[in-house]
């Protein structure tokens, strides 16, 4: 997956993220979420990372609410 921006906070098995990709293009919220849990579903399914919450977002979208 690729992300033009990435913000990530936490403790280092709870996380909260905003994710800034072209490829959430078209999709809506739900698919945009399911398409990060893909891409995370191995740290997952590890234990690695417990828990983490995200707002997604396209590029256009990032720079509107910038403003």
């Not at 990435?6 to 280092?12: H, I, M, N, R, S």
């Not at 945009?32 to 893909?38: E, W």
Request: proline share 1%.
């Amino acid at each position: 997956m690729t992300c033009e921006h990435l913000a990530l906070d936490g403790d280092g098995r709870h996380f909260a993220a905003i994710v800034v990709s072209a490829e959430f293009a078209g999709m809506n919220r739900v698919q945009r979420q399911q398409h990060v849990y893909r891409t995370l579903r191995e740290k997952l399914a590890s234990g690695e990372l417990h828990a983490i919450s995200f707002k997604t977002l396209t590029p256009e979208e990032w720079s509107a609410e910038r403003g």
